[in-house]
């Protein structure tokens, strides 16, 4: 169950938040769309075939993990030795929690700010982008054995309904809105206000009894 409703919410909420931030920063919405466009043109939808040539929209997506995780923390876990991280002692049996978001200065340039550049070629080194960060510089999805059992389906599933959305729509704010209100919720990690955008369809007619 858990399995299911993580590969439901989670994917709706990083496109959301990833969406949020690109209204913000039409530049960025734009090259997202032109990728597209070049990637997979406007004849028909995008396929799951297509997500590995997706890098720019990985890249997006990937953003909005890092700023935007779908929990502050990650699951708590018991150190089974004595050891010691960054300087940091750490005794057996201690609670680690360690924080999802990537905000650190000493990691990311500009942390604060909604940059998918920052991940082009940023951890293969081969033009490959992954939702993964198997370094933790944020948590997407875990690393090692305590990683995500879903990480190949909430991938694929969060960048299908992300791709699709750009794809599919021209994204424009509401009227007498100049900017979305990116604030946090104060229960949980979802936007404050929930987004409200004008989508106008961009593809053939026939295209949209698919979605």
């Given amino acids: 169950m858990e399995l299911v409703l993580a590969t439901v919410d989670n994917p709706a909420n990083a496109a959301e938040w990833a969406m949020a931030e690109m209204l913000n920063n039409p530049e960025i919405l734009r090259k997202a769309t032109d990728e597209i466009d070049s990637v997979v043109g406007k004849s028909r939808l995008v396929e799951e075939t297509d997500i590995p ?8 997506a990937r953003e909005a993990f890092r700023l935007h995780p779908s929990a502050p923390f990650n699951v708590p876990h018991v ?3 004595d050891t010691t991280v960054a300087g940091y002692f750490i005794p057996k049996g201690s609670r680690v929690l360690i924080s999802r978001r990537g905000l650190d200065p000493k990691v990311w340039e500009e942390p604060l700010e909604f940059k998918p550049e920052r991940h082009l070629n940023d951890e293969w080194g081969s033009g490959r982008v992954e939702l993964t960060e198997n370094e933790l510089r944020f948590i997407s999805f875990g690393t090692g054995r305590r990683g995500c059992i879903g990480v190949g389906l909430g991938s694929a599933v969060t960048m299908m309904l992300f791709a699709r959305l750009i794809q599919g729509f021209t994204w424009e704010m509401p009227p007498n809105v100049t900017k979305i209100d990116l604030s946090e919720s104060e229960d949980d990690t979802l936007l404050a206000k929930p987004l409200h955008a004008l989508a106008k ?3 053939s007619p026939a295209l949209y009894t698919q979605l």
Wanted: proline share 7%; glycine share 0%; charged share 20%.
């Fill in 53 to 60: 040539k997706l890098n720019y929209i990985k890249c997006c």
């Fill in 201 to 203: 369809p961009r593809l």
């Fill in 79 to 81: 150190s089974n030795a």
